[in-house]
């Protein structure tokens, strides 16, 4: 008889397992890898992504846009590879707060956490301002004589959260549903865009996309960096560890897809820009509107109203996906006693992290709409928030290539070659982190870089005091989800026997 | 795409068939091998523990534990470091049917059947699960997947469920008849008006192997006489035959 067999017919007793898992209360392992995808997919928004970011990268790599795209993917797939290192071990719903804690420990784990909710925060206003912005749009194109008012756009904000916060609260599968619905409608639109334009100048492909005549190293980097903002929210599926069914498998395999499927859109959006714009003789770069502009010029007007259609619905599935993965975080951070308990408490019913989404959901509405009614513009308050989400996110991916190999040393499982991808992904992030806080500040949207740096001073300040008087916390973080005794052979006692009563 | 990471590529993107598909028996090999030193270490092992025991490259271990985690046949415990058998592995117990009886067996439920009415069915029990091994082709079960997913409704099932739990004996819920002790009975749970009737069939070291047993109409399952002098008799025969 093999030993395996052995332990099948009579399992000896696995102590030092619990009855539940630290982080109970979600609803544990009930979402599949369809709605894990959708998590990732949406909180990076690639269709609204794909129809503002190639413009962007244009401006500043000018003819090298299509290679910034392609080291984006790379760089972004290189981290993809680092964060699950954790991934495939540790099932969290604090993501790479409670990763960064498993290598480095407290203080970093702090500094991760502050970046993290900074940039799912901010990400969320700015998707819930950029859905609203939209509408607006929407509602302008469809009746004109209805006056573009700050007002309306706000009460529209202020909906849509009411929106976000209902599905949010309702459970985890209709979120991710929602989520995946909307965005999968948006995505295809895109698709169907792009088609209609290359079929529009005709299938030849045109390689001078590929020519790097006029790239430099530095406005290569520029674009890189500006292309890598396009992919952050791929990592938001980490927060679903706990929800998760077969998170090692499901997880890991969503924030691949997510990068690539992503690149791969970009590209193919860039592209059909480029081509679109080089066949009717138009200069790409110095375009507002890229796609609406192509639209018009085509004589295919109906494509602007969709587009409009499709980016609103990208950003209300981006800020639906964003606090959900904000409000896990918060959730996490409760349970570790970062935050007041009450930030660990969930919904009976729903087993949502009510708490958390009641703080969270009123600030992400009151940030943009502050702004309007304090006298700034949508979109110029939307381009600042999204300069604190990306310096978050790229501190965050750098903390956590940084504790990948720490973490995988500590558990005796450490390999060369994830050494190897760890120390280049750091250096490449530090470097490209670098460049876009220094390419941010010469622009207007400086604000927001002084804002990112201010606000990641105070909240380690806050921390760093928290923990002065709770020596304790230094333990205490980075809860994961463990085992449960059913989920061992030999951690309860069999099923069978316990019928035998009956 | 960009070609920065080919594995990243391999691990996440593909069909979880495609992982395994280049050299699939071998991977499958050790795979097993992994969950066997799981096995036989016990719970808490670590995966350099295992790399060292099996004589398997640190990188490729690594890697099978984390595909055997994915699928959950392995947990990894609280520590984050230690590894125990997932739930999970009762699957494969499952796949592994016994194997088909021998001929002297299959003379000896012959030789039942043609001498008791009524349908005389063989089982096998593995661990906590129970096998058919020779149902009666005159009187076929009434429903076998509801008989072996839930051990309550038949009288083979409960003589199982009673080994698993010693502190009742199987005749419990017996009604008051001259069943022997070690017997298990079962009316009307699957047909109204029938019922089964289970004798233990155990090794040398007493444990439990087979169970022989007799579907029948309810009143001579409730009043068996001379039928269980021959099932007896027929269980002792068999036995050596099984254990």
């Known amino acids: 008889m093999t030993a395996l067999a052995r332990v099948i017919s009579h399992p000896p007793p696995v102590p030092g397992l619990a009855a539940r898992s630290p982080l109970h209360g979600l609803e544990r392992r009930s979402v599949g890898f369809v709605d894990v995808l959708a998590q990732s997919v949406a909180a990076v928004a690639p269709s609204a992504a794909a129809t503002t970011i190639p413009l962007l990268v244009a401006v500043v790599a000018g003819g090298a846009q299509i290679w910034a795209l392609v080291l984006a993917t790379a760089l972004a797939l290189l981290v993809a590879m680092n964060v699950n ?22 203080g970093a784990a702090f500094v991760t956490g502050i970046a993290m909710l900074l940039g799912y925060a901010f990400i969320s206003m700015f998707a819930l301002a950029g859905a609203g912005y939209y509408l607006a749009i929407l509602t302008h194109r469809l009746w004109p004589a209805g006056a573009h008012s700050p007002l309306g756009t706000s009460v529209a904000i202020a909906g849509l959260a009411g929106l976000v916060a209902l599905v949010l609260t309702r459970g985890i599968r209709l979120s991710t549903r929602v989520a995946l619905v909307v965005e999968a409608a948006s995505v295809a639109i895109i698709l169907v865009l792009v088609g209609a334009l290359v079929a529009h100048t005709g299938p030849a492909v045109q390689w001078s996309a590929l020519s790097l005549h006029s790239a430099t190293p530095q406005n290569l980097s520029v674009g890189t960096v500006l292309a890598l903002t396009a992919f952050v929210g791929f990592e938001s599926s980490a927060t679903l560890g706990v929800e998760a069914k077969r ?71 981006c800020a639906i996906a964003s606090t959900t993965a904000l409000s896990r975080v918060m959730f996490s951070m409760g349970r570790d006693g970062l935050l007041p308990d009450a930030f660990g408490r969930t919904h009976p019913v729903h087993h949502t992290p009510f708490f958390a989404l009641v703080v969270a959901v009123p600030v992400i509405a009151a940030v943009p709409v502050g702004c309007m009614i304090a006298g700034m513009g949508l979109w110029d308050t939307m381009e600042m928030l999204i300069v604190v989400a990306a310096a978050g996110f790229i501190t965050a991916y750098f903390m956590v290539c940084a504790a990948a190999p720490v973490f995988l040393r500590r558990i005796g499982e450490h390999t060369v070659g994830a050494g190897a991808a760890s120390v280049i992904t750091c250096i490449l992030l530090a470097a490209v982190f670098g460049v876009y806080l220094v390419t941010e500040s010469t622009t207007v949207r400086s604000p927001g870089v002084l804002l990112f740096g ?21 333990e205490s973080i980075g809860v994961h989800d463990e085992p449960v005794q059913h989920d061992v052979l030999g951690g309860a006692p069999a099923e069978s026997a316990s019928r035998a009563g009956s | 795409m960009p070609a920065a990471d ?164 199987p005749s419990q819920g017996n009604r008051d008849r001259p069943l022997p002790e070690d017997a298990a009975q079962q009316i009307g749970q699957l047909t109204p008006g029938y019922g089964c009737l289970a004798l233990p069939i155990r090794d040398d070291h007493g444990d439990l192997v087979a169970g022989l047993c007799l579907s029948a109409p309810q009143q001579r399952i409730e009043e068996p006489g001379a039928l269980l002098v021959q099932l007896r008799d027929g269980a002792a025969r068999l036995a050596p035959l099984l254990a």
């Open chain 1, 85 to 106: 290192q954790f991934t495939k071990r540790i099932a969290a719903t604090g993501s790479l707060y409670t990763f960064v804690s498993q290598g480095l420990g407290a």
């Open chain 1, 247 to 317: 998170p090692f498998a499901t997880i890991p395999r969503a924030l691949v897809w997510t990068v690539v499927a992503s690149g791969v859109l970009y590209l193919l959006a860039a592209y059909g820009q480029l081509v679109g714009f080089a066949s009717l003789g138009l200069d790409f770069a110095g375009s507002d509107s890229p796609v609406n502009d192509l639209a018009n010029a085509s004589g295919l007007p109906w494509m602007g109203l969709l587009l409009d259609l499709s980016i609103a619905a990208s950003f209300l599935a």
């Open chain 1, 454 to 474: 201010a606000m990641m001073v105070g909240g380690v300040g806050v921390y760093a005091l928290r923990l002065r008087r709770n020596p304790w916390l230094r």
């Open chain 2, 6 to 169: 080919p594995r990243a590529g391999r691990e996440g993107a593909a069909s979880p068939g495609a992982e395994l598909r280049a050299r699939q028996p071998k991977a499958i090999h050790s795979a097993l091998t992994v969950l066997e030193e799981v096995a036989r270490h016990g719970a808490g092992v670590t995966a350099q523990e295992v790399s060292d025991a099996l004589g398997i490259p640190r990188a490729t271990t690594y890697r099978l534990i984390n595909l055997l985690v994915q699928d959950e046949y392995l947990v990894r415990m609280p520590d984050l470091r230690g590894f125990a058998l997932g739930r999970k592995v009762l699957e494969l117990a499952h796949l592994v049917a016994p194997a088909a009886p021998s001929q002297a067996v299959r003379e000896v439920v012959a030789g039942l059947r043609a001498s008791i009415r009524g349908g005389v069915h063989l089982v096998r029990y593995q661990g906590d699960r129970m096998f058919v091994l020779d149902a009666d082709p005159d009187f076929p079960l009434s429903d076998t997947p509801r008989i072996l997913r839930d051990l309550g409704v038949s009288a083979m099932g409960r003589l199982l469920l009673a080994e698993s739990d010693t502190s009742t004996p």
